[in-house]
Every structure is written in C-alpha cells, then in structure tokens.
C-alpha cells in the first residue's frame, strides 16, 4: 500500500500531540530533551532553542537507536522529548518516527520562530566574523 505526503502528515499529527511554547518550558523544566531536526544552515543561520540538540532530520532515526554506534546518549526512551523544526512539518514526522521506535512520550513544538516570538530562550549562531 503507497502513501503520500499529505497521509504522512496526518498520522503524524494524530500520533505526535502539538505543545506550545509555555507547555514546552514546562516540560522541559521536567527534564524533556529538546531536538532541533533543522538542516546546519539553519541552524546557524537563525541559532536554536537553549539548551536543544541539534539532530538533523536525516540522521534522527540513528541517534536515536541506542543499538547504533550513532546514538545520542541524551535521547531516552522514557524521557519526554520535544521536537521542532522550522514550520512544524518535519518535527510532526520526527515525532512519529521517534513514537514508532518506542519513544513514549513525544511532542512537536512546531516551528522555531514561534518558539522566538513567545520570548523562548535562544543560543546564537556562532560568528564567523564574516
């Protein structure tokens, strides 16, 4: 059975619950690992959330998979773990993918700018001093 983009997106909405940015903060000051799956330029065009992995889309399912030898030792599966992106499309599939490898508790922020405008606490980009 085929799928497209547009089934993809909702089941990942349905299985991947949408927090704001003060839910987030709650959550992660519950101890919630946040995960940017932004491309690099990206995220070092505009930074990212303080604190957040930086896991790019690609790479999600092998730094989560504890039986890699690319997994990220922050990503547990009975840890909550929120995830963004830049319009909220990949963080909802990042989510589903993550509740499909038996993470527990997942939640999608969405977009980063929403994150920027709500006040949310961000680390800069570097400076290249070009």
Not at 11 to 31: C, F, I, S, Y
Not at 42 to 67: Q, T
Not at 106 to 119: I, P, S, T
Request: hydrophobic share 40%; aromatic share 6%.
């Amino acid at each position: 059975m085929t799928t497209n983009v547009k089934q993809m997106m909702e089941a990942a909405n349905a299985a991947v619950p949408r927090v704001t940015p003060d839910q987030a903060r709650e959550l992660m000051g519950k101890g919630a690992v946040v995960v940017d799956v932004r491309d690099a330029p990206e995220v070092e065009n505009s930074g990212k959330v303080e604190g957040s992995l930086h896991i790019s889309r690609g790479m999600l399912e092998f730094r989560a998979d504890p039986d890699t030898p690319f997994h990220d030792n922050r990503l547990a599966k009975d840890r909550p773990v929120i995830v963004y992106c830049a319009s909220g499309g990949r963080s909802a599939l990042a989510g589903k993918v993550l509740k499909d490898m038996g993470y527990a508790e997942v939640y999608n922020l969405g977009a980063f700018k929403d994150w920027a405008e709500a006040g949310g606490a961000i680390e800069k980009p570097i400076d290249r001093g070009m």
